[in-house]
DNA sequence: CAGTGGTCTAGACCACGCT
DNA sequence: GCGTGGTCTAGACCACTGG
Protein backbone atom coordinates (compact mmCIF):
# COMPACT_ATOMS: atom_id res chain seq x y z
CA UNK A 1 0.00 0.00 0.00
CA UNK A 2 2.81 2.80 0.96
CA UNK A 3 4.48 3.53 -2.16
CA UNK A 4 7.97 3.10 -1.27
CA UNK A 5 8.93 6.66 0.28
CA UNK A 6 12.26 8.59 -0.82
CA UNK A 7 15.25 8.29 1.66
CA UNK A 8 14.75 11.80 2.66
CA UNK A 9 11.50 11.18 3.69
CA UNK A 10 12.13 8.01 5.31
CA UNK A 11 14.98 10.16 7.51
CA UNK A 12 12.87 12.82 7.90
CA UNK A 13 9.40 10.62 9.22
CA UNK A 14 11.85 8.63 11.45
CA UNK A 15 13.64 12.33 13.04
CA UNK A 16 10.01 13.57 13.54
CA UNK A 17 9.64 10.13 15.09
CA UNK A 18 12.21 10.80 17.56
CA UNK A 19 12.07 14.25 18.06
CA UNK A 20 7.78 13.89 19.56
CA UNK A 21 8.88 10.60 21.26
CA UNK A 22 11.44 12.97 23.12
CA UNK A 23 14.45 11.06 22.12
CA UNK A 24 16.58 14.62 22.10
CA UNK A 25 16.39 15.86 26.04
CA UNK A 26 18.63 18.52 24.96
CA UNK A 27 16.96 19.90 21.88
CA UNK A 28 20.11 19.16 20.19
CA UNK A 29 20.07 16.72 16.70
CA UNK A 30 23.11 14.86 15.42
CA UNK A 31 25.13 15.95 13.10
CA UNK A 32 25.03 15.90 9.15
CA UNK A 33 27.75 13.87 9.30
CA UNK A 34 26.52 11.59 11.78
CA UNK A 35 23.46 11.04 9.69
CA UNK A 36 25.04 10.26 6.70
CA UNK A 37 26.63 7.31 8.44
CA UNK A 38 23.60 6.22 10.16
CA UNK A 39 21.67 6.14 6.95
CA UNK A 40 24.04 5.44 4.79
CA UNK A 41 23.25 8.03 2.62
CA UNK A 42 24.98 11.05 0.86
CA UNK A 43 25.28 14.45 2.63
CA UNK A 44 23.08 15.88 0.48
CA UNK A 45 20.20 13.96 1.12
CA UNK A 46 20.98 14.03 4.76
CA UNK A 47 20.52 17.73 4.46
CA UNK A 48 16.79 17.74 2.22
CA UNK A 49 15.49 15.54 5.48
CA UNK A 50 16.64 17.89 7.36
CA UNK A 51 15.41 20.72 5.43
CA UNK A 52 11.88 18.51 5.31
CA UNK A 53 11.70 19.03 8.89
CA UNK A 54 13.00 22.62 8.89
CA UNK A 55 10.30 23.90 6.76
CA UNK A 56 7.52 22.26 9.28
CA UNK A 57 9.04 25.24 11.84
CA UNK A 58 9.96 21.63 14.10
CA UNK A 59 13.92 22.30 13.95
CA UNK A 60 16.32 25.63 13.17
CA UNK A 61 19.75 25.09 12.45
CA UNK A 62 22.83 27.42 13.22
CA UNK A 63 26.42 27.26 10.96
CA UNK A 64 29.01 26.25 13.13
CA UNK A 65 26.65 25.20 16.17
CA UNK A 66 24.15 22.00 15.26
CA UNK A 67 20.51 21.92 14.27
CA UNK A 68 17.86 22.36 17.41
CA UNK A 69 14.40 21.46 18.25
CA UNK A 70 12.76 24.70 17.85
CA UNK A 71 10.41 25.85 21.05
CA UNK A 72 7.16 27.23 21.17
CA UNK A 73 6.14 29.62 23.99
CA UNK A 74 3.97 32.54 22.99
CA UNK A 75 3.31 35.25 25.34
CA UNK A 76 -0.37 36.40 25.97
CA UNK A 77 -1.52 39.78 24.37
CA UNK A 78 -4.86 41.33 25.11
CA UNK A 79 -5.29 44.00 22.75
CA UNK A 80 -6.73 47.10 25.00
CA UNK A 81 -10.64 47.45 25.86
CA UNK A 82 -12.55 50.55 25.91
CA UNK A 83 -10.45 53.26 27.27
CA UNK A 84 -12.52 55.04 29.52
CA UNK A 85 -12.89 52.11 31.80
CA UNK A 86 -9.27 50.37 30.82
CA UNK A 87 -7.75 50.08 34.64
CA UNK A 88 -4.62 48.34 33.87
CA UNK A 89 -3.54 51.06 32.52
CA UNK A 90 -3.14 52.16 36.61
CA UNK A 91 -0.36 49.74 36.88
CA UNK A 92 2.68 51.60 38.61
CA UNK A 93 5.44 51.89 36.11
CA UNK A 94 3.67 50.13 33.10
CA UNK A 95 3.59 52.46 29.98
CA UNK A 96 0.62 51.10 28.84
CA UNK A 97 -1.47 47.97 28.84
CA UNK A 98 1.07 45.85 26.36
CA UNK A 99 3.38 46.92 28.84
CA UNK A 100 1.49 45.45 32.14
CA UNK A 101 0.68 42.64 30.02
CA UNK A 102 4.15 41.76 29.54
CA UNK A 103 5.09 42.88 32.75
CA UNK A 104 2.56 40.50 35.21
CA UNK A 105 4.21 37.38 32.42
CA UNK A 106 7.71 38.46 34.14
CA UNK A 107 9.11 39.54 31.07
CA UNK A 108 11.16 43.11 30.53
CA UNK A 109 8.75 45.44 27.93
CA UNK A 110 10.45 48.22 26.05
CA UNK A 111 9.40 50.45 23.22
CA UNK A 112 10.04 52.56 20.84
CA UNK A 113 7.91 55.11 19.52
CA UNK A 114 7.80 57.40 16.74
CA UNK A 115 5.78 59.40 14.47
CA UNK A 116 5.11 60.70 11.23
CA UNK A 117 2.86 61.85 8.57
CA UNK A 118 2.60 59.12 5.33
CA UNK A 119 0.33 58.38 2.37
CA UNK A 120 -1.33 55.27 4.42
CA UNK A 121 -1.15 51.40 2.92
CA UNK A 122 -3.57 50.70 0.34
CA UNK A 123 -6.16 48.44 3.40
CA UNK A 124 -5.46 51.13 6.09
CA UNK A 125 -6.93 53.44 3.69
CA UNK A 126 -10.25 51.76 2.73
CA UNK A 127 -10.80 50.90 6.79
CA UNK A 128 -10.23 54.94 7.69
CA UNK A 129 -12.13 55.69 4.39
CA UNK A 130 -9.32 57.81 3.97
CA UNK A 131 -9.82 59.96 0.37
CA UNK A 132 -7.48 59.57 -2.04
CA UNK A 133 -4.47 61.37 -1.96
CA UNK A 134 -4.97 61.97 0.96
CA UNK A 135 -2.28 61.86 4.19
CA UNK A 136 -3.08 60.12 7.24
CA UNK A 137 -0.61 60.43 10.73
CA UNK A 138 0.92 56.78 12.05
CA UNK A 139 2.21 56.22 15.16
CA UNK A 140 4.77 53.40 14.87
CA UNK A 141 5.76 51.33 17.90
CA UNK A 142 8.58 48.94 18.05
CA UNK A 143 8.01 46.38 21.26
CA UNK A 144 10.41 44.18 22.77
CA UNK A 145 10.22 41.90 25.34
CA UNK A 146 13.46 41.33 27.30
CA UNK A 147 15.35 43.37 24.57
CA UNK A 148 14.04 41.22 21.66
CA UNK A 149 12.18 42.57 19.05
CA UNK A 150 9.16 40.68 19.12
CA UNK A 151 5.97 43.36 18.04
CA UNK A 152 4.89 45.46 15.54
CA UNK A 153 1.99 48.09 16.37
CA UNK A 154 1.34 50.94 14.19
CA UNK A 155 -1.56 52.81 14.71
CA UNK A 156 -3.02 55.37 11.55
CA UNK A 157 -5.29 58.37 12.16
CA UNK A 158 -6.96 60.46 9.73
CA UNK A 159 -5.29 64.24 9.87
CA UNK A 160 -9.27 65.40 11.29
CA UNK A 161 -8.68 63.06 14.45
CA UNK A 162 -4.84 63.81 14.83
CA UNK A 163 -4.25 67.36 14.45
CA UNK A 164 -3.80 69.70 17.75
CA UNK A 165 -4.27 66.26 19.80
CA UNK A 166 -1.36 64.15 22.14
CA UNK A 167 -1.78 61.83 19.21
CA UNK A 168 1.32 64.06 17.39
CA UNK A 169 3.17 63.86 20.37
CA UNK A 170 6.69 62.09 19.46
CA UNK A 171 7.82 59.14 22.27
CA UNK A 172 6.46 56.76 24.54
CA UNK A 173 3.62 58.93 26.01
CA UNK A 174 1.02 57.31 28.59
CA UNK A 175 -2.55 59.63 28.95
CA UNK A 176 -4.54 58.96 31.94
CA UNK A 177 -8.11 58.10 30.65
CA UNK A 178 -6.33 56.88 26.83
CA UNK A 179 -5.52 58.74 23.95
CA UNK A 180 -8.53 58.80 22.13
CA UNK A 181 -10.53 60.10 24.34
CA UNK A 182 -7.99 63.02 24.81
CA UNK A 183 -8.25 63.45 21.53
CA UNK A 184 -11.62 64.23 21.36
CA UNK A 185 -12.45 61.08 19.98
CA UNK A 186 -13.61 58.14 22.39
CA UNK A 187 -14.36 55.13 20.53
CA UNK A 188 -17.86 53.32 20.61
CA UNK A 189 -16.57 50.07 18.41
CA UNK A 190 -13.74 47.71 17.17
CA UNK A 191 -13.95 45.76 14.22
CA UNK A 192 -10.74 43.26 14.38
CA UNK A 193 -9.64 41.02 11.70
CA UNK A 194 -7.06 38.46 12.66
CA UNK A 195 -4.89 36.94 9.44
CA UNK A 196 -1.81 34.21 9.89
CA UNK A 197 0.97 34.79 7.23
CA UNK A 198 4.39 34.06 6.71
CA UNK A 199 7.15 36.34 7.70
CA UNK A 200 8.09 38.38 4.67
CA UNK A 201 11.93 38.87 3.51
CA UNK A 202 11.86 42.08 5.16
CA UNK A 203 10.33 41.13 8.60
CA UNK A 204 12.62 38.24 8.87
CA UNK A 205 15.92 40.83 9.00
CA UNK A 206 13.93 43.30 11.15
CA UNK A 207 12.56 41.07 13.78
CA UNK A 208 15.93 38.52 13.31
CA UNK A 209 13.25 35.30 12.11
CA UNK A 210 14.12 32.10 12.36
CA UNK A 211 13.79 31.08 8.70
CA UNK A 212 9.75 29.66 8.57
CA UNK A 213 8.41 31.69 10.77
CA UNK A 214 4.36 32.41 10.46
CA UNK A 215 3.08 35.81 12.01
CA UNK A 216 0.58 36.79 13.21
CA UNK A 217 -1.33 39.73 11.66
CA UNK A 218 -4.06 41.67 14.16
CA UNK A 219 -5.78 44.69 12.72
CA UNK A 220 -8.31 46.52 15.17
CA UNK A 221 -10.40 49.54 13.56
CA UNK A 222 -12.18 51.77 15.77
CA UNK A 223 -15.64 53.94 14.80
CA UNK A 224 -16.60 57.02 17.50
CA UNK A 225 -20.04 57.17 18.61
CA UNK A 226 -21.24 58.34 14.73
CA UNK A 227 -19.68 55.27 13.76
CA UNK A 228 -16.75 57.20 11.58
CA UNK A 229 -13.51 55.24 11.78
CA UNK A 230 -11.10 57.10 13.91
CA UNK A 231 -8.51 54.81 14.20
CA UNK A 232 -6.80 51.68 12.66
CA UNK A 233 -4.22 49.93 14.66
CA UNK A 234 -2.39 46.72 12.86
CA UNK A 235 0.12 44.69 15.43
CA UNK A 236 2.26 42.25 13.79
CA UNK A 237 4.28 39.56 15.71
CA UNK A 238 6.06 36.45 15.26
CA UNK A 239 3.60 32.98 16.20
CA UNK A 240 6.00 31.92 18.48
CA UNK A 241 6.27 35.37 20.51
CA UNK A 242 2.56 36.10 20.47
CA UNK A 243 -0.79 34.73 21.35
CA UNK A 244 -3.75 37.02 21.26
CA UNK A 245 -6.78 36.89 24.16
CA UNK A 246 -9.86 38.33 23.88
CA UNK A 247 -12.40 38.38 25.91
CA UNK A 248 -16.95 38.01 25.20
CA UNK A 249 -19.47 38.60 27.85
CA UNK A 250 -23.18 38.81 26.58
CA UNK A 251 -24.63 41.78 27.32
CA UNK A 252 -27.88 40.55 27.56
CA UNK A 253 -27.17 38.47 30.31
CA UNK A 254 -27.56 40.04 33.89
CA UNK A 255 -24.22 39.26 35.98
CA UNK B 1 29.14 47.47 3.00
CA UNK B 2 27.71 44.85 1.27
CA UNK B 3 28.97 41.86 2.68
CA UNK B 4 29.71 40.16 -0.63
CA UNK B 5 25.83 37.99 -0.85
CA UNK B 6 26.48 34.50 -2.01
CA UNK B 7 25.04 33.62 -5.66
CA UNK B 8 21.71 31.98 -3.86
CA UNK B 9 20.94 34.59 -1.69
CA UNK B 10 21.65 37.11 -5.19
CA UNK B 11 19.08 34.81 -7.42
CA UNK B 12 16.84 34.97 -4.53
CA UNK B 13 16.55 38.38 -4.57
CA UNK B 14 16.71 39.35 -7.99
CA UNK B 15 13.84 36.43 -8.63
CA UNK B 16 11.47 38.13 -5.17
CA UNK B 17 12.15 41.61 -6.62
CA UNK B 18 10.49 40.09 -10.25
CA UNK B 19 7.89 38.52 -8.68
CA UNK B 20 6.81 41.91 -6.28
CA UNK B 21 7.17 44.24 -9.68
CA UNK B 22 4.93 41.93 -11.21
CA UNK B 23 7.25 40.88 -13.83
CA UNK B 24 5.26 37.50 -14.03
CA UNK B 25 1.42 38.35 -14.75
CA UNK B 26 0.81 34.94 -15.66
CA UNK B 27 2.38 33.59 -12.12
CA UNK B 28 4.86 31.16 -13.80
CA UNK B 29 7.90 31.11 -13.20
CA UNK B 30 10.93 30.24 -15.56
CA UNK B 31 12.17 26.55 -15.15
CA UNK B 32 15.16 26.00 -13.23
CA UNK B 33 17.34 24.97 -16.22
CA UNK B 34 16.51 28.50 -17.67
CA UNK B 35 17.30 30.22 -14.61
CA UNK B 36 21.28 27.79 -14.37
CA UNK B 37 21.33 29.63 -17.91
CA UNK B 38 20.62 32.96 -16.96
CA UNK B 39 22.66 33.25 -13.51
CA UNK B 40 25.34 31.10 -14.63
CA UNK B 41 25.12 28.65 -11.89
CA UNK B 42 24.75 25.04 -11.36
CA UNK B 43 21.34 23.68 -10.89
CA UNK B 44 21.19 22.92 -7.19
CA UNK B 45 22.32 26.73 -6.74
CA UNK B 46 18.98 27.92 -8.33
CA UNK B 47 17.46 24.96 -6.59
CA UNK B 48 18.49 26.52 -3.37
CA UNK B 49 17.55 30.29 -4.34
CA UNK B 50 13.92 28.78 -5.16
CA UNK B 51 14.23 27.04 -2.05
CA UNK B 52 14.71 30.52 -0.22
CA UNK B 53 11.39 31.54 -1.87
CA UNK B 54 9.58 28.62 -0.95
CA UNK B 55 10.17 28.78 2.76
CA UNK B 56 8.53 32.72 2.51
CA UNK B 57 5.75 31.02 0.72
CA UNK B 58 6.24 33.31 -2.37
CA UNK B 59 6.08 30.72 -4.35
CA UNK B 60 5.39 26.49 -4.74
CA UNK B 61 6.53 23.91 -7.19
CA UNK B 62 5.02 20.93 -8.90
CA UNK B 63 6.75 18.16 -10.46
CA UNK B 64 6.09 18.56 -14.50
CA UNK B 65 4.50 21.54 -13.73
CA UNK B 66 6.64 24.42 -13.01
CA UNK B 67 6.92 26.94 -10.02
CA UNK B 68 4.30 29.40 -9.85
CA UNK B 69 3.43 32.83 -7.65
CA UNK B 70 1.60 31.67 -4.56
CA UNK B 71 -1.97 33.40 -3.90
CA UNK B 72 -3.14 34.68 -0.43
CA UNK B 73 -6.88 35.05 -0.49
CA UNK B 74 -8.51 33.97 2.78
CA UNK B 75 -12.05 33.53 3.25
CA UNK B 76 -13.39 35.90 5.96
CA UNK B 77 -15.33 34.42 9.12
CA UNK B 78 -17.12 35.22 12.13
CA UNK B 79 -17.48 33.01 14.73
CA UNK B 80 -20.87 32.82 16.18
CA UNK B 81 -22.30 35.22 18.25
CA UNK B 82 -24.57 34.45 21.76
CA UNK B 83 -26.95 31.92 20.36
CA UNK B 84 -30.35 33.37 21.91
CA UNK B 85 -29.56 36.03 19.74
CA UNK B 86 -27.76 34.75 16.53
CA UNK B 87 -30.34 36.19 13.55
CA UNK B 88 -28.02 34.50 10.85
CA UNK B 89 -28.64 31.08 11.58
CA UNK B 90 -32.41 32.10 10.04
CA UNK B 91 -30.61 32.00 6.31
CA UNK B 92 -32.63 29.10 4.64
CA UNK B 93 -30.77 26.40 3.28
CA UNK B 94 -27.68 27.28 5.48
CA UNK B 95 -26.53 24.71 7.75
CA UNK B 96 -25.40 27.24 10.46
CA UNK B 97 -22.94 30.37 11.03
CA UNK B 98 -20.45 29.40 9.04
CA UNK B 99 -22.09 28.07 5.92
CA UNK B 100 -24.18 31.36 5.40
CA UNK B 101 -20.90 33.16 5.84
CA UNK B 102 -19.31 30.77 2.93
CA UNK B 103 -22.18 31.38 0.62
CA UNK B 104 -22.42 34.84 1.29
CA UNK B 105 -18.73 34.84 -0.20
CA UNK B 106 -19.95 33.33 -3.33
CA UNK B 107 -19.03 30.16 -2.58
CA UNK B 108 -19.91 26.38 -1.79
CA UNK B 109 -20.04 25.46 1.93
CA UNK B 110 -20.37 21.52 2.95
CA UNK B 111 -18.99 19.95 6.31
CA UNK B 112 -19.54 16.51 7.55
CA UNK B 113 -19.82 16.11 11.14
CA UNK B 114 -19.07 12.89 13.74
CA UNK B 115 -19.52 13.02 17.53
CA UNK B 116 -17.31 10.95 19.53
CA UNK B 117 -16.42 10.25 23.02
CA UNK B 118 -12.27 10.73 24.08
CA UNK B 119 -9.71 11.55 26.52
CA UNK B 120 -9.47 15.28 26.05
CA UNK B 121 -6.05 17.22 24.81
CA UNK B 122 -4.15 18.61 27.36
CA UNK B 123 -5.17 22.08 26.40
CA UNK B 124 -8.92 21.00 26.16
CA UNK B 125 -8.76 19.15 29.54
CA UNK B 126 -7.21 22.25 30.97
CA UNK B 127 -9.72 24.42 30.08
CA UNK B 128 -12.77 22.18 30.93
CA UNK B 129 -11.27 21.58 33.97
CA UNK B 130 -11.79 17.87 33.29
CA UNK B 131 -10.95 15.56 36.23
CA UNK B 132 -8.06 13.57 35.63
CA UNK B 133 -9.08 10.47 33.53
CA UNK B 134 -12.53 11.52 32.83
CA UNK B 135 -13.52 11.54 29.11
CA UNK B 136 -15.17 14.19 27.11
CA UNK B 137 -17.57 14.45 23.80
CA UNK B 138 -16.41 15.98 20.79
CA UNK B 139 -17.97 16.61 17.23
CA UNK B 140 -15.43 17.37 14.90
CA UNK B 141 -16.69 19.15 11.84
CA UNK B 142 -14.51 19.00 8.84
CA UNK B 143 -15.61 22.28 6.67
CA UNK B 144 -15.49 21.84 2.80
CA UNK B 145 -15.35 25.26 0.59
CA UNK B 146 -16.24 24.37 -2.91
CA UNK B 147 -15.22 20.89 -2.03
CA UNK B 148 -12.03 21.46 -0.72
CA UNK B 149 -11.19 21.04 3.25
CA UNK B 150 -10.79 24.81 4.48
CA UNK B 151 -11.48 24.15 7.94
CA UNK B 152 -11.67 21.76 11.06
CA UNK B 153 -14.12 22.74 14.09
CA UNK B 154 -14.04 20.10 16.95
CA UNK B 155 -16.11 21.08 19.66
CA UNK B 156 -15.42 19.76 22.88
CA UNK B 157 -18.21 19.04 25.72
CA UNK B 158 -18.07 17.99 29.56
CA UNK B 159 -19.71 14.83 30.05
CA UNK B 160 -22.63 16.47 32.15
CA UNK B 161 -23.22 19.03 29.57
CA UNK B 162 -23.54 16.57 26.81
CA UNK B 163 -25.65 13.79 28.09
CA UNK B 164 -28.59 13.09 27.17
CA UNK B 165 -28.60 16.35 24.91
CA UNK B 166 -29.04 16.90 21.18
CA UNK B 167 -25.19 17.33 21.39
CA UNK B 168 -24.43 13.80 20.53
CA UNK B 169 -26.45 13.24 17.75
CA UNK B 170 -24.42 12.79 14.99
CA UNK B 171 -24.49 14.45 11.76
CA UNK B 172 -24.58 18.06 10.02
CA UNK B 173 -27.88 18.48 12.71
CA UNK B 174 -29.45 22.14 12.73
CA UNK B 175 -31.23 23.65 16.83
CA UNK B 176 -33.50 26.66 15.93
CA UNK B 177 -31.99 28.93 18.98
CA UNK B 178 -28.73 26.57 19.18
CA UNK B 179 -27.03 23.87 20.56
CA UNK B 180 -26.43 24.84 23.66
CA UNK B 181 -29.53 26.54 24.75
CA UNK B 182 -31.35 23.27 23.69
CA UNK B 183 -28.57 21.06 26.22
CA UNK B 184 -29.83 23.33 29.12
CA UNK B 185 -26.72 25.38 29.19
CA UNK B 186 -26.82 28.57 27.26
CA UNK B 187 -23.49 30.59 27.26
CA UNK B 188 -23.01 34.18 28.98
CA UNK B 189 -19.39 34.71 28.48
CA UNK B 190 -16.29 33.52 25.91
CA UNK B 191 -12.75 33.63 26.16
CA UNK B 192 -11.01 33.47 22.74
CA UNK B 193 -7.60 32.20 22.15
CA UNK B 194 -6.01 33.06 18.42
CA UNK B 195 -2.65 31.40 17.47
CA UNK B 196 -0.43 31.19 14.69
CA UNK B 197 2.18 28.17 13.80
CA UNK B 198 3.17 25.95 10.95
CA UNK B 199 1.05 23.33 9.89
CA UNK B 200 1.80 19.91 11.22
CA UNK B 201 2.82 16.69 8.98
CA UNK B 202 -0.34 15.12 9.70
CA UNK B 203 -1.97 18.42 8.58
CA UNK B 204 -0.33 19.09 5.64
CA UNK B 205 -1.81 15.17 4.88
CA UNK B 206 -4.87 15.78 5.40
CA UNK B 207 -6.13 18.88 4.19
CA UNK B 208 -3.67 18.76 1.19
CA UNK B 209 -1.34 22.21 1.99
CA UNK B 210 1.57 23.77 -0.02
CA UNK B 211 5.11 22.89 2.03
CA UNK B 212 5.53 25.83 4.37
CA UNK B 213 1.60 26.64 5.29
CA UNK B 214 1.11 28.43 8.53
CA UNK B 215 -1.95 27.85 10.32
CA UNK B 216 -4.93 30.05 12.30
CA UNK B 217 -5.70 28.08 15.39
CA UNK B 218 -8.99 30.06 16.92
CA UNK B 219 -9.83 28.55 20.43
CA UNK B 220 -13.05 29.34 22.33
CA UNK B 221 -14.12 28.68 25.72
CA UNK B 222 -17.79 29.33 26.69
CA UNK B 223 -19.15 29.42 30.10
CA UNK B 224 -22.46 29.41 31.30
CA UNK B 225 -24.81 31.96 33.49
CA UNK B 226 -22.34 30.34 36.99
CA UNK B 227 -19.10 30.57 34.94
CA UNK B 228 -18.45 26.89 34.54
CA UNK B 229 -16.57 26.02 31.32
CA UNK B 230 -19.20 23.91 29.54
CA UNK B 231 -17.79 23.94 25.89
CA UNK B 232 -14.14 24.50 23.74
CA UNK B 233 -14.31 24.89 20.24
CA UNK B 234 -11.22 24.31 18.70
CA UNK B 235 -10.87 26.04 14.97
CA UNK B 236 -7.84 25.38 12.76
CA UNK B 237 -7.46 26.63 9.19
CA UNK B 238 -4.79 27.34 7.23
CA UNK B 239 -3.89 30.94 6.86
CA UNK B 240 -4.24 31.54 3.01
CA UNK B 241 -7.78 30.33 3.60
CA UNK B 242 -9.14 31.62 6.91
CA UNK B 243 -9.39 35.21 8.25
CA UNK B 244 -11.26 35.42 11.49
CA UNK B 245 -13.76 38.30 11.78
CA UNK B 246 -14.46 40.10 15.94
CA UNK B 247 -16.54 43.10 16.60
CA UNK B 248 -16.96 44.62 20.06
CA UNK B 249 -19.35 47.38 20.91
CA UNK B 250 -18.95 49.46 24.18
CA UNK B 251 -21.55 48.31 26.62
CA UNK B 252 -21.23 51.81 28.14
CA UNK B 253 -22.52 53.44 24.95
CA UNK B 254 -26.08 54.16 23.91
CA UNK B 255 -26.92 53.14 20.53
C1' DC C 1 41.33 24.37 16.13
C1' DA C 2 38.19 20.67 15.65
C1' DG C 3 33.63 20.15 14.33
C1' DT C 4 29.56 22.13 12.67
C1' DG C 5 26.44 23.79 8.98
C1' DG C 6 26.41 26.72 4.40
C1' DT C 7 27.53 27.03 -0.44
C1' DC C 8 28.57 25.13 -4.81
C1' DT C 9 29.66 21.95 -8.64
C1' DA C 10 28.57 18.37 -12.29
C1' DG C 11 26.77 14.95 -13.13
C1' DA C 12 22.64 10.90 -13.25
C1' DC C 13 18.14 8.90 -13.21
C1' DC C 14 13.26 9.19 -12.01
C1' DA C 15 8.20 10.76 -11.71
C1' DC C 16 4.96 13.61 -13.34
C1' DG C 17 2.22 17.30 -16.34
C1' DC C 18 1.03 18.75 -20.25
C1' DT C 19 -0.27 19.01 -25.07
C1' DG D 1 7.28 12.51 -25.74
C1' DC D 2 9.32 16.42 -24.18
C1' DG D 3 10.05 19.38 -20.52
C1' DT D 4 9.33 20.01 -15.87
C1' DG D 5 10.71 19.43 -10.93
C1' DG D 6 12.29 15.59 -7.36
C1' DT D 7 15.89 12.62 -5.67
C1' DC D 8 20.57 11.30 -5.05
C1' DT D 9 25.66 10.98 -5.32
C1' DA D 10 30.55 12.43 -4.18
C1' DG D 11 33.10 15.39 -3.83
C1' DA D 12 35.26 20.53 -2.44
C1' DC D 13 35.91 24.71 0.05
C1' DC D 14 34.14 28.20 3.24
C1' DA D 15 32.21 30.50 7.62
C1' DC D 16 31.09 30.08 11.96
C1' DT D 17 30.66 28.19 17.03
C1' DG D 18 32.36 26.30 20.68
C1' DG D 19 35.28 24.59 24.19
New interface residues.
Partial sequence: MTPAQSAQDRIAAAL?DRIRQGAYPTGRLPSERDLMEEFRVAR?TVRAAL?VL????LIVSRRGAGYRVRD?E?LDWRPGT?E??ASRLDVPGAGDAWAADVTAQGHEPRQEVDVSIVAPPAGVAADLLTPDGELVVVRRRRRFVDGELAQLADSYYPLWVAEGSPIMTPGDVTIPGGLMAAAGHP???????????????AE?VLMNLD??T???VHTRVGFD?DDRPVRVIVTTAP??RL???????????T?
Wanted: glycine share 2%; charged share 30%; no cysteine.
Fill in positions: RNDTREAYPFHRQARFADRIESRMATHAPVPMIVGDRILLDFVDPAVR
